[in-house]
C-alpha cells in the first residue's frame, strides 16, 4: 500500500487550515461534555480532602493525659468544692430558718403566750446551724487541704491539653499542605492535558477540537472552585491559594498559547500557498519564479525528484514526497 493510501482520511474527519466550521450541535454536545467533566474533577477535587487526614482528635480524656493518682486528686477536690457549696447553701437555709423560730419565739414571749415549744423549735435551730457550720469549715478546710495537688494536677493536665491541641492544629495544617498541593498538582494536569490536547487535535486539523475546548471549559470551572475554595474555607491560603492559582494557570495558559502560535507560524507559508501569495510576504504571484512583494524566490527545485515545485507546498507535485 503506497504512502498516500495509508495517509487516506475519509471526507469530512480532516480539514485545512481556516476551514473548522463548528456546528451547534457539536457546540451543545461540547458544553455537555464540559458539564460531565466538571463534575467528575470537582468529585475528585473534594475526595483529596480524605488524603493525609490527621487521627489526633481536640479533646483528650485525662485519664489518658495524667497519671491515675493525679486524676483523684483533681476529683477530690472537685467533690471538696462540691461540698462546700452544699454546705453553705444549707447554713443559709438553716440560718433563716433559726431567724423564723427566733421571731416566733420573741413573738410568743412578748404575749404572755405558751412558748415552750417555740424555745424548744429555736433551740433546735440553733443545734442545727452549729451543727452546720463544722460542716462546713471540715469542707472548707478538705479543700485546702487537696487545692496544692489538685491544681498542680490541673496545671500538668492543661500543658498537656495544650501540647495536644498543638499537635492537631500542626496535623491540620500539615493536610491542608498537602491536600492544597494535590489539589493544585490536579488543576495544572488537567490545564496541561486539555492544553496539550487542544494542539495535538489542532495540529491534525481533527473535528474533534470542542472536545478539547470542553476539557479546558472543564478545567476552568474546577479552578474557580478552587479558589473560591480556599478563598473562604481555608484561611493559611486565603492569601497565597488563589495567587498560586492563578500563577499556575497563567503560566501553563500562556505556554500552550506560545507553543500554538509557533505551530501556526509553521502553518502560515502553507496557507499562503494554498490562497496563491507568497509563502514569506503574502503578496499575490502572478506565476513568477519570484515574489513581487520581497523578490524572494518561490519555485525551488524538489530534493527528491529535482523538478520544480513552489515553496512552501508541503509536498511537491511531481514525486508526492514531503
Avoid at 462540691?82 to 419565739?105: D, F, I, K, N, P
Amino acid at each position: 500500500m503506497s504512502e498516500s493510501n495509508r495517509r487516506f482520511r475519509p471526507a469530512g474527519s480532516r480539514v485545512g487550515d481556516g476551514e473548522i466550521e463548528t456546528s451547534t450541535a457539536e457546540k451543545i454536545l461540547a458544553l455537555v461534555l464540559a458539564v460531565f467533566i466538571a463534575i467528575g474533577a470537582i468529585w475528585g477535587y473534594f475526595k483529596l480532602d480524605e488524603v493525609a487526614k490527621s487521627d489526633s482528635v481536640a479533646y483528650v480524656p485525662a485519664q489518658r493525659l495524667i497519671e491515675p493518682a493525679e486524676v483523684s486528686a483533681i476529683q477530690a477536690h472537685q467533690q471538696a468544692l462540691r461540698s462546700v457549696g452544699r454546705a453553705r447553701r444549707e447554713r443559709r437555709a438553716a440560718t433563716r430558718q433559726l431567724e423564723l423560730r427566733r421571731e416566733a419565739y420573741r413573738t410568743a414571749l412578748d404575749a404572755n403566750e405558751p412558748s415552750a415549744a417555740l424555745r424548744a423549735e429555736y433551740e433546735a435551730a440553733q443545734a442545727g446551724l452549729a451543727s452546720l457550720s463544722r460542716e462546713l469549715e471540715a469542707a472548707v478546710g478538705a479543700a485546702a487541704r487537696t487545692r496544692p495537688a489538685a491544681m498542680e494536677a490541673q496545671q500538668r493536665l492543661e500543658a498537656l491539653r495544650q501540647r495536644a491541641a498543638d499537635k492537631e492544629d500542626e496535623d491540620r495544617a500539615h493536610h491542608d499542605r498537602i491536600v492544597f498541593l494535590l489539589r493544585l498538582a490536579l488543576l495544572i494536569l488537567m490545564l496541561a492535558t486539555a492544553c496539550w490536547l487542544l494542539i495535538r487535535l489542532r495540529s491534525r486539523g481533527s473535528r474533534y477540537i470542542p472536545a478539547a475546548l470542553a476539557w479546558i471549559g472543564a478545567t476552568a470551572v474546577v479552578a474557580v472552585v478552587m479558589a473560591a475554595d480556599y478563598t473562604d474555607n481555608y484561611i493559611e491560603f486565603a492569601e497565597v491559594g488563589p495567587l498560586a492559582i492563578s500563577i499556575a494557570g497563567i503560566a501553563v495558559t500562556l505556554l500552550a498559547f506560545v507553543a500554538l502560535q509557533r505551530f501556526l507560524a509553521k502553518r502560515v507559508p502553507a496557507r499562503r500557498v494554498r490562497r496563491g501569495e507568497c509563502p514569506f510576504c503574502g503578496f499575490p504571484l502572478r506565476d513568477k519564479p519570484h515574489c513581487e512583494g520581497c523578490g524572494r524566490a518561490v519555485i525551488a527545485s524538489c530534493s527528491s525528484c529535482h523538478e520544480d515545485r513552489r515553496v512552501g507546498t508541503p509536498r511537491c507535485g511531481s514525486c508526492g514526497n514531503p
